[in-house]
């Protein structure tokens, strides 16, 4: 079956969504609205490019002696879950040529298609972006029982997951929280690593383009003592 989805961008041998080379597709739309969002540009659902799954597997599978043991594909965002039945098709098709299936995703939507794409996924990068569902309400604009419910259905299926958290200074970066989110490799056998990842500012010109206000254009960038010590904790 040919699908039509709308993606934001490709990206080709792209090494840091999931192990190893990977094809990296940033699909377009997103429901959520993180205050440090760096991809402003992929909110809108009626933006990017239309394309259909033939074409991009095509494209994703030309890639393949890149891509080695380790890597393969992986589908990125804005959130990936908006188009769910759309990743599951691309997914379905490079599956059937060995290559092996990554899904980024913040984990707040839950739906059939959903279920039918996590079929098809062979890990998940699972962005558990803050502690309390009081954070999680205002900086990303969504419920974090969703997100544990997520994290449940992973471990339900075994689905390999890499849980990551964007570090950003007086917002994210609590020592008793991040001590709890090394944990969560301890309760979920599923979770395999959690990954800090230090805030950066580099997206302050797409927000400059879009003509809106980037809310943390005040916060500094963690510094590199501050991800080592972090890092120690989980
Ligand atoms: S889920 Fe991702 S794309 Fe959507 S607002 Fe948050 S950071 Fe941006």
Not at 97 to 105: F, K, N
Not at 125 to 131: E, M
Not at 218 to 226: F, K, Y
Request: contains cysteine; glycine residues 8%; aromatic residues 8%.
């Amino acid at each position: 079956m040919k699908m039509k989805g709308r993606i934001h961008s490709f990206q080709s041998l792209g090494t840091v969504d999931g192990p190893g080379v990977r094809s990296v597709v940033f699909m377009q739309g997103c429901p959520l609205r993180c205050i440090c969002c760096h991809n402003p540009d992929t909110w809108d659902v009626n933006g990017g490019e239309l394309v259909d799954t033939d074409s991009l597997a095509k494209k994703v599978l030309r890639l393949s002696h890149y891509y080695g043991e380790l890597g393969g594909l992986t589908v990125s965002g804005g959130e990936p879950l908006l188009q769910a039945a759309f990743v599951t098709e691309l997914f379905k098709k490079v599956k059937e040529h060995g290559v092996h299936t990554v899904l980024d995703t913040s984990g707040c939507l839950w739906n059939d298609d959903v279920e039918q794409l996590l079929d098809v996924t062979d890990m998940v990068l699972l962005d558990y972006k803050y502690a309390s569902a009081q954070d999680y309400k205002q900086y990303v604009g969504c419920d974090i029982e969703k997100v544990d419910f997520f994290l449940e259905q992973l471990q339900k299926r075994n689905i390999r997951t890499w849980i990551r958290r964007v570090i950003i200074p007086g917002y994210s970066d609590g020592k008793e929280d991040t001590i709890a989110l090394g944990k969560l490799k301890d309760t979920y056998s599923c979770v395999e690593k959690v990954e800090l990842l230090p805030f950066r500012k580099l997206c302050v010109e797409k927000y400059e383009a879009l003509g809106i206000s980037f809310p943390l254009e005040d916060v500094s960038e963690p510094t590199e003592e501050q991800m080592k010590e972090l890092n120690i904790l989980i």
